[in-house]
């Protein structure tokens, strides 16, 4: 018979826990769940090796253990720290841990551009939150910000280094999932780059998860870029049979209308990928045809994008039907036929680049 082990119990934010030994802080907060687990901008529960790079989950322990109650002399990082029977640790209710993490957002801030409004991760973007909850209104930074020009990687994935907050989930990636890696840190310090080797492109077949794994906006999809912001999308989960064994097929659509604008992996209520896709999932399938839509997809994180909540909505009652008597109206103008711009066969998702007046008059000739 196989030995039962022993549970470690733990307090966080006065919440009582039971874990398995080397189980770490961040994982036994997930495990109780809501306001109380750290936020983490490197850790990524599928990527062997992450976490320990960017200090956002940093937490007070107060009590090490049952066995040596002294509290840890530093602050520590939650997704490298493993509990001990009868730890104590204070995440929300400790001052010292707020105070810390703002001075983590700021330093993360130092070099990210404040580019929100023409970045395509806008809406969905762990430090845009994360600056929500804990950042400062102004920067005290008075230095020269670190500039680089945008990279192509391969044809489908552009590389903002400007925006890269240096977490290494896109290397352990691309070292965990594909099998030719190409690209990663180079540089020391402020030095510190993402690049690919002599510009190779990765035209591996599961590369297009860096674009996932990236919580800033450093890497995006070339094929979704300026096409649509994410609160104006509706997500739907689909899936298909797809020919690649290691990949589940089952993903999220990005809709407007009929178009697929965009097709990425699902994802936690952490915002992390639950199963890594392949690129021609991602990037070549991009009509409604091509898969087997299930239904609305739930957006828990508090983001925009929830905002356009449109799952068990209640239609308010249509007073016109009642007005008619039950006799159906006539339609009085149709706004297709008198509008230059609202046409249904343009394919918005087939544009290259943002939609513009002259794509709509060249489907006109
Ligand atoms: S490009 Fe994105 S995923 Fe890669 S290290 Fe930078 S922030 Fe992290
Ligand atoms: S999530 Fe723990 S250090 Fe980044």
Redesign the pocket.
């Known amino acids: 018979m196989a030995e039962e082990i022993k549970l470690f119990k733990v307090k966080i934010d006065n919440i009582s826990v039971e874990v398995e030994p080397g189980t770490t802080i961040l994982n036994a907060a997930r495990k109780i769940g809501g306001d109380i687990v750290p936020p983490a901008m490197c850790y990524y529960s599928k990527l062997n090796g992450s976490g320990g790079k960017c200090r956002t989950c940093l937490v007070k322990v107060s009590k090490g253990s049952d066995a040596d109650p002294r509290p840890m002399p530093k602050l520590v990082a939650s997704c490298r720290t493993t509990v001990m029977d009868g730890m104590e640790v204070a995440n929300i209710t400790s001052p010292e841990v707020q105070e810390a993490r703002k001075g983590v957002v700021e330093f993360l801030l130092l070099n990210h551009p404040l580019d929100c409004p023409v970045c395509d991760q806008a809406g969905e973007c762990h430090l845009q939150d994360l600056s929500y909850e804990h950042g400062a209104d102004s920067t005290r930074y008075e230095f020269k910000r670190r500039t680089f020009d945008k990279i192509d990687i391969g044809d489908k994935i552009k ?1 903002h280094m400007t925006r ?8 352990y990636t691309a070292d965990q999932l594909t099998n030719k890696r190409e690209h990663g840190v180079l540089g020391r310090g402020d030095a510190s780059e ?1 690049s690919t080797y002599i510009s190779q492109s990765l035209d591996n077949d599961f590369i297009g998860n ?1 674009i996932d ?4 906006g ?2 995006t999809d070339q094929t979704f870029r300026f096409k649509n912001r994410v609160w104006f999308l509706k997500p739907v989960d689909a899936h298909r049979h797809c020919d690649n064994e290691k990949c589940c097929g089952k993903t999220v659509l990005w809709m407007r209308g009929d178009e697929v604008f965009r097709v990425t992996a699902r994802k936690d209520q952490y915002g992390e990928v639950e199963d890594f896709i392949c690129d021609t999932c991602r990037f070549d399938k991009k009509e409604a045809k091509d898969w087997v839509i299930e239904g609305p997809r739930k957006i828990d994180r508090q983001s925009v994008i929830s905002q356009g909540h449109y799952v068990n909505t209640v239609k308010p009652k249509d007073p016109l039907v009642e007005v008619l008597d039950g006799r159906k109206p006539k339609l009085l103008f149709d706004i297709h036929s008198e509008s230059q711009v609202n046409r249904p066969e343009v394919d918005l998702s087939k544009i290259d680049g943002p939609a513009h007046s002259n794509d709509f008059t060249k489907q006109q000739s």
Request: charged share 5%; net charge positive.
């Open positions: 590389l890269c907050i240096l977490c290494y989930r896109c290397v993402i860096v794994v990236c919580p800033v450093a890497l």
